[in-house]
């Protein structure tokens, strides 16, 4: 069965599929024709090929039965590093199948540990060096520890160039059979900022909303797709209406279950992008700083929350 | 038996409570027609509000139909009665068509309607809203603890009669009589000592004497030994002082409270906004926010001893930064945070369950499923045509409730029809090859065959944890479960 969500159907089965990253995927192909890897660290911000790399590398070492020596953990998801340990352990312990030379372990995310955890990895992928591979990705190369760049090679992904994206978008389009504009195209690779998985899944929930796909379109989806409620959360509170803005705040934590980081997070981008005062953006960002680092030390995320609303709405009624 | 029930009153006449009230709700069923309000009772708990809905039916005649509002799959039911009994004329037993007079009335009584979803479109608010203005043609009382808690236009729509706390002269009546019955000799000052404690609550004087007499032929004081009940008017006292006083002894009572800082900071949170505004607020803000730092503290490392600065800080810390003296009077809420964990958390652990799908088949831990791709999937499921959705569900693994949680129940059927009527499901090219997966289906099969059984627990223990007022988990312990 075809997998008709796109971010899927379009996952590159090769590493000549992948897009927007000419550099790396050299380097990656010169490894399949000798037939091995080191270590390898993927680093870049999200949507930029990470996965999709470590899979069509995969692919391409083992041929079909790749999944039978590849395996992908998530380290923000598995519940400590003996977890990963455990699993790294029970996969590594067999021999690879078939003609593979080894196994490949992807773990994903591996900036989400602690050094002390990523100490441990370290050790872990010593041990089973002779059989399997690690592939770490992370967002940032600075937050994994030294000992662990110096084993890997480390490859740096880069935002998916905007003309890269548009021939990739204009040829999804061609397959699925739909027009879009040239507004529409802009506007998606505005809305992705160099994240093929946003700019996908928008053009897919434009191609189900509508026949033409033109910028507005495009908005559209992106703001009823994504949780544009922060938006509306912070000009809540920043015009004084502390108990609504409250209240999106429980519905958001409740309901979609989103946590106190998850809203700081969000928080942090939505200021930063908003159109106030630069001046006031230093203001909220720093006291944001404050929120978020309590968060961290164990604070109660509603009533951090709270006293941030109160600082928001504040603010307002001194303006006025 | 529980004697809360046995001794519930069967007629009008046996329900102790004010006067006017009871009278109020007499002439609103003597001349009930299909054009009055619904009846709103509304009052504190151990009041008498169920109590004399039920006796009022009895003594009339009418047939009862008793729901909890706030339970979402009781709304079925609501709604199938709305069909027949409530908006039919009354079909007689022998299947003849009678007119609403001559027919049995059918009482409904909604219990617990402060809790309703205010948002949802199934059950909420809006739904019991849509519902009163078809003007149902079968009486229909709803009761309430904090009638506030719903939105004017609802208690617009009801005619609200108010329910107050019961004195210990009414409670001390209610037990003697009781006592009798049971042939118990009960010394009246030990009733009094119940009643008292019961705060106006008579169903808990009644389950406290129980639990001090039954079996015995003599109630002497020194027999009441009963814990002392935590009332929410202590609670709601205590911050009485906290918003509206600068009497510090307030620390001191605080610390009374059966209410560990944990919950009474929440207390505080909730209802900080209803009495300080504007700078007051961004001050009493800073003070209970330095407070949770040290609950924090404690949670981390288990410092008990810092609780006494938080609770300093929530109390006397809160109170003093106030730049006047507040008076009047507040209707102080309970925190809304322990509500709405309680009757969300279903749809937290199904939606915990819909992002490891998507999680492991679209290679996303469950942070960034939630955040870059549960909306993608939920609009497309829901706007594709059905054909590309139903496939988009079968590549996820779906369930039907998983469905039913992301689209609804109507789109989830026609997708789960289309999924079975032509075979689709997953081809398993990229399922793990370890341990991980069989794990999992060794779960699912637990899983399943514990279903049944927990499920049946969980409603027992829920109904039990709620009679209690038994605090939920808060919202750290969420964010942990949640993405463990």
Request: proline share 3%.
């Amino acid at each position: 069965m075809i997998a008709e969500i796109w971010v899927e159907k379009y996952r590159p089965k090769t590493l000549d599929e992948v897009v927007g990253q000419e550099e790396v995927v050299q380097r990656l192909k010169s490894y399949v024709e000798r037939k091995n890897i080191p270590h390898l660290l993927f680093a870049g911000p999200p949507g930029t090929g990470k996965t999709a790399s470590a899979i069509a590398l995969a692919r391409d070492l083992f041929g079909e039965n790749w999944r039978d020596n590849f395996v992908e953990m998530n380290a923000s998801d598995e519940r400590g590093i003996d977890v990963v340990r455990h699993k790294i352990k029970e996969f590594a312990r067999t021999a690879p199948i078939g003609d593979a030379p080894f196994k490949i372990i992807f773990l994903d995310e591996a900036d989400a540990l602690t050094a002390d955890a990523q100490a441990a990895l370290r050790r872990t992928m010593e041990m089973y060096s002779k059989t399997c591979r690690f592939i770490l990705s992370c967002n940032y190369v600075s937050r994994i520890i030294e000992p662990i760049q110096s084993r890997c090679a480390v490859f740096k992904f880069r935002p998916i160039p905007a003309e890269a994206m548009k021939k990739r978008l204009l040829e999804i389009c061609k397959k699925e059979n739909i027009k879009i504009a040239d507004d529409g195209l802009e506007a998606l690779i505005y809305i992705a900022n160099g994240d093929f998985r946003k700019a996908i899944n928008a053009l897919q929930g434009a191609a189900a909303f509508g026949e033409v796909i033109d910028a507005e379109a495009i908005y559209q989806i992106t703001a009823t797709a994504r949780p544009e409620e922060l938006a509306k959360l912070l000009n809540l509170a920043l015009s004084g209406n502390f108990m609504e803005a409250r209240e999106m705040l429980d519905k958001m934590m409740i309901e979609y279950g989103m946590s106190g980081e998850d809203i700081v997070s969000q928080l942090f981008r939505e200021i930063v992008s908003s159109t106030m005062d630069e001046k006031m953006k230093v203001l909220l960002i720093d006291k944001l700083g404050e929120i978020d680092f309590r968060l961290t030390e164990g604070a109660h995320e509603r009533i951090q929350l709270d006293a941030y609303l109160a600082y928001l709405s504040t603010l307002s009624k001194k303006k006025v | 038996m529980l004697w809360v029930e046995k001794y519930r009153p069967k007629t009008i006449k046996e329900v102790v409570g004010e006067k006017n009230v009871v009278e109020k709700v007499i002439a609103w069923a003597k001349g009930w027609s299909a054009k009055k309000k619904p009846l709103l009772l509304a009052g504190p708990p151990g009041t008498g509000k169920t109590s004399l809905a039920l006796a009022l039916a009895n003594t009339l005649g009418w047939e009862v139909v008793e729901l909890n509002a706030s339970d979402q799959r009781n709304w079925q039911i609501i709604q199938k009665i709305v069909g027949e009994g409530a908006f039919n004329e009354t079909i007689s037993d022998e299947g003849a068509f009678l007119s609403t007079n001559e027919g049995k009335l059918k009482l409904i009584i909604l219990d617990e309607v402060d809790n309703i979803h205010k948002k949802e479109d199934i059950g909420g608010e809006r739904a019991l809203i849509n519902l009163i203005k078809r003007k149902p043609r079968q009486p229909l009382i709803l009761i309430a603890n904090e009638p506030y808690n719903l939105s004017a236009e609802l208690r617009n729509l009801c005619e609200m009669v108010v329910f107050k706390r019961l004195n210990t002269r009414q409670i001390v009546k209610v037990l003697e009589k009781i006592c009798v019955a049971e042939g118990i000799k009960a010394d009246k000052k030990a009733l009094e000592a119940i009643a008292k404690n019961s705060g106006g609550d008579l169903r808990a004087a009644i389950n406290d004497l129980q639990a001090v007499a039954e079996g015995k032929y003599e109630l002497r004081l020194k027999d009441v030994v009963i814990a002392k009940r935590t009332q929410e008017t202590d609670v709601f006292k205590v911050m009485q002082k906290v918003f509206k006083s600068y009497n510090p002894a307030v620390y001191n009572e605080a610390m009374l409270l059966d209410e560990s800082p944990e919950d009474f900071i929440d207390w505080i949170d909730e209802n900080l906004p209803l009495e300080y505004k504007g700078v007051d607020l961004l001050k009493g803000y800073l003070v209970l926010s330095r407070a949770d730092i040290f609950l924090g503290r404690v949670r981390r490392r288990q410092f008990y001893r810092l609780w006494r600065y938080a609770s300093y800080l929530m109390t006397v810390g809160v109170q003093q930064v106030k730049s006047e003296r507040k008076g009047g009077w507040t209707k102080y809420r309970r925190p809304s945070m322990w509500q709405m964990l309680f009757y969300t958390r279903g749809k937290r652990e199904r939606l915990k369950k819909v992002l490891a799908k998507i999680s492991k088949y679209s290679h996303l831990s469950t942070k960034k499923a939630l955040a870059e791709m549960l909306f993608t999937v939920k609009f497309l499921l829901i706007n594709e045509e059905i054909e590309k959705a139903a496939k988009i569900a079968a590549f996820y693994d779906f369930s039907v409730e998983d469905l039913n949680f992301l689209v609804g129940e109507e789109r989830a059927k026609e997708l789960e029809d289309f999924i079975k009527k032509h075979n689709l499901h997953r081809v398993d090219e990229s399922v793990d090859v370890f341990d991980a997966f069989t794990i999992e289906k060794k779960e699912e099969k637990k899983e399943k065959k514990e279903k049944k059984k927990s499920k049946e627990k969980e409603e027992k223990d829920e109904e039990k944890s709620k009679k209690k007022g038994k605090k939920r988990k808060k919202s750290k312990d969420l964010t942990l479960d949640f993405f463990s």
